[in-house]
């Protein structure tokens, strides 16, 4: 009877432990997918600031063309 029980926990102990190091090896991966994000966030962040400034050179150039 004991030993049934002692078995049963022991099962469950195992179980437990492998779902921990499931849950480990996937929170590493959002972590790394986190940071990925981040790193092409802030890329597209910079390229988009680019855009707007390269746009607004043109704008000011056909607004004083315009004036002529």
Known sequence: MIDEEIKKLE???NT????????????QKLRTREQDLSEQNVRLSQRTQLARTRIEAIIGKLQSMDVN
């Open 11 to 13: 099962d469950r102990v």
């Open 16 to 27: 437990l432990l492998g779902v921990c190091r499931h849950l480990k090896d996937e929170n």
